[in-house]
């Protein structure tokens, strides 16, 4: 058992780096909340004043608001749409004994570890050009006179195709570990009774993965809600663009630094909101 002297020391050994990290995680939100009130714009920096609502009311107001919230909220749904049922399929496959599995296992995870940028830059300029890419190399091969330009045609789902491709080996990896966690004897039973195989899946499996699927939602939802590097590199801000993208043009394009914030705070409230949802769905997923 701990003294009370030693409890002391260690809680006064952690204050050094509580401190830090407090600092790091609620200064620049402290910061944030002070510009979001404040008139300031970096082309008239000298004629800063109190701005009060205002800044939310003309980010809330902007033209691309409502369009760039509907994108954000598309790109998070489609993406985990995706990713949860292409992993499924992935994880029972991978799941399977087949000759160099380990390897198929490896290259299957490696996309998650390339950086966005990377990603990005490979399917805009390798992938989906419309002149030099890979897919229309294929239609031009069957055909096709004027190959798809993805990026000019199908912007958001050019998009969702690249977020889903990144983010399908984390939700399969997830999956699979928990496939090998089945129970083996419900395996030979089901076996030994003829189980057909949809029933299986149905009534053994999809039920097995129940809560790593919720988990999958729940981070996926945290980090796709952040997405920028996938929609700036190939240029679809202003026909794809999510709030994260219109926070940046705020900042970049008319050099607003109160909108900014503002704006930056209405993505965090609605980050907060649907983790909390999403928490709450994996809390009764957990006690089921």
Known sequence: MATTQSQAIGKWALAP????????????????????????????????????LSNFYYFITDPYFTKDLLHTLLLVFSTIVTTVVGGTLLALLLDQPFLGRGVVRLLMISPFFIMPTVSSLVWKNLLMHPVFGLFA???TYFGALRPIDWF???PLISVIIIVSWQWLPYAALILLTALQSLDEEQKDAAAMDGTPPLSYF?????????????????????FLLNIFAEIKLPGVGGVA????YLVFSQLNDANDVGAAAAGG???VVLANLVS??????VGKNLEA
């Open 152 to 154: 000019g045609t199908f």
């Open 276 to 281: 909390i949802f999403l928490v709450r769905i």
């Open 17 to 52: 780096s509580l401190l830090v990290l407090s600092g790091w995680a609620f200064i620049p939100l402290v910061l944030t909340i002070y510009f979001a009130f404040l008139r300031y714009n970096l082309q008239d920096p000298d004629n800063t004043s109190w701005f009060g």
């Open 241 to 244: 663009g999510n709030l994260t």
């Open 265 to 267: 705070l209405i993505a």
């Open 202 to 222: 149905r009534y053994i499996v999809l039920p097995h993965l129940a809560r790593p699927i919720t988990v999958v939602i729940l981070i996926e939802t945290i």
């Open 137 to 139: 190399g294929i239609q």
